[in-house]
């Protein structure tokens, strides 16, 4: 869903502030941003929202509640672009560790998401 999101924003050019003039084709560039958006943003990010204001939220609220409060507050931090699909990326992670209750599975979920959105736009760039 977020590399579909991403196809159609870029095409009807919706947000055309986003646009960066970086060269990601430079490797040692290019491997530290893979290293943090497809390592260090899950691990971080999914303990602070699973792990904390999930779990917190899930201690007194029902599922669909704590899921979509957690996934809103996980969008709002994130860039008006990526609102939408990362809103659907944090309430498939709350699923995903609600069912586990282990932080693996969110990480595991939001490392491929991130990659996956990081190769569609690379592979745009060229």
Same mark, same amino acid.
């Given at each position: 869903?977020?590399?579909?999101? $991403?196809? *159609? *924003?870029?095409?009807?050019d919706l947000f055309p &502030?986003?646009r960066q003039a970086v060269?990601?084709? @430079?490797?040692?560039? #290019?491997?530290? =941003? %893979?290293?943090?958006?497809?390592?260090?943003?899950?691990?971080? @990010?999914?303990?602070?929202?699973?792990?904390?204001? /999930?779990?917190?939220?899930?201690?007194?609220?029902?599922?669909? *509640?704590?899921?979509?409060?957690?996934? %809103?507050?996980? %969008? =709002?931090?994130?860039?008006? #672009?990526?609102v939408i699909p990362v /809103? *659907?990326?944090?309430?498939?992670? #709350? $699923?995903?560790? &609600?069912?586990?209750?282990?932080?693996?599975?969110?990480?595991?979920?939001?490392? =491929?998401?991130?990659?996956?959105?990081?190769?569609?736009?690379?592979?745009?760039?060229?």
């Open positions: 869903m977020g590399v579909v999101y $991403l196809q *159609v *924003v870029t095409a009807l &502030e986003t060269n990601l084709f @430079e490797p040692t560039l #290019a491997t530290m =941003i %893979a290293i943090m958006v497809i390592v260090a943003a899950p691990v971080f @990010e999914e303990f602070i929202f699973r792990g904390l204001i /999930f779990g917190g939220l899930r201690r007194s609220l029902n599922l669909p *509640v704590a899921a979509i409060a957690s996934a %809103a507050i996980f %969008a =709002i931090v994130h860039p008006p #672009a990526s /809103f *659907v990326l944090g309430l498939c992670t #709350a $699923l995903a560790y &609600e069912r586990t209750r282990i932080l693996a599975a969110p990480i595991v979920v939001h490392a =491929i998401y991130n990659a996956a959105i990081m190769m569609f736009q690379w592979s745009a760039a060229n």
